[in-house]
T-cell receptor, first 114, second 109 residues
Framework: GAVVSQHPSWVICKSGTSVKIECRSL??????MFWYRQFPKQSLMLMAT?????????EQGVEKDKFLINHASLTLSTLTVTSAHPEDSSFYIC??????????FGPGTRLTVT | KNEVEQSPQNLTAQEGEFITINCSYS?????LHWLQQHPGGGIVSLFM???GKKKHGRLIATINIQEKHSSLHITASHPRDSAVYIC???????????FGKGTKLTVNP
């Protein structure tokens, strides 16, 4: 199957700082990328959907000014958590979808805000 | 909205046993995903299937579109298969996925 990478795999940051997470589709062109968040012992929750070259669509309850998504190319999307707070500590996962509508998941990024 | 039910919620097996995890959904779909999440959190896409059966190594996934049901089988289970297995389906008329709550599998040596 296709490969999706995320960087970093884990990050610790101080409260009030911003953190950028990258999601790359390594061997196919992703027309759509999805960003998910997973709190301990819970299911993945969709945060936003991004299409290359256009603004992301955020799910209800997700602050677009806090979670900035950029999908500037068909192989790269970034999620920036701005002014992070301890409650933003979570596991962030992206998935990439190509023209065939198959979705491939990245390995995830564990964010800890101290 | 599609509702996804997985069973069992937890499963403990002895090494070598045949494992079956079930997933049912409420709305007809184009394809269903099976994912594996290890204790460290990383997610691996195991299968995406829209009909019939797919096999990869010791893993087999089947789907019955009419009954809105899928199963994931693991043959000759091994402790390294211990993980949470999640099924996911499109949210009815959308490319967004709805996830089951997962089945936590523990395989003891």
């Amino acid at each position: 199957g296709a490969v999706v990478s995320q960087h970093p795999s884990w990050v610790i940051c101080k409260s009030g700082t911003s953190v950028k997470i990258e999601c790359r589709s390594l061997d196919f062109q992703a027309t759509t990328m999805f960003w998910y968040r997973q709190f301990p012992k819970q299911s993945l929750m969709l945060m936003a959907t991004s299409n290359e070259g256009s603004k992301a669509t955020y799910e209800q309850g997700v602050e677009k000014d806090k979670f900035l998504i950029n999908h500037a190319s068909l192989t790269l999307s970034t999620l920036t958590v701005t002014s992070a707070h301890p409650e933003d500590s979570s596991f962030y996962i992206c998935s990439s979808q190509g023209a065939s509508y198959e979705q491939y998941f990245g390995p995830g990024t564990r964010l800890t805000v101290t | 909205k599609n509702e996804v039910e997985q069973s069992p919620q937890n499963l403990t097996a002895q090494e070598g046993e045949f494992i079956t995890i079930n997933c049912s959904y409420s709305v007809g779909i184009s394809a269903l995903h099976w994912l594996q999440q290890h204790p460290g959190g990383g997610i691996v896409s195991l299968f995406m299937l829209s009909s019939g059966k797919k096999k990869h190594g010791r893993l087999i996934a089947t789907i019955n579109i009419q009954e809105k049901h899928s199963s994931l089988h693991i043959t000759a289970s091994h402790p390294r298969d211990s993980a949470v297995y999640i099924c996911a389906v499109p949210q009815g008329g959308s490319e967004k996925l709805v996830f089951g709550k997962g089945t936590k599998l523990t395989v003891n040596p």
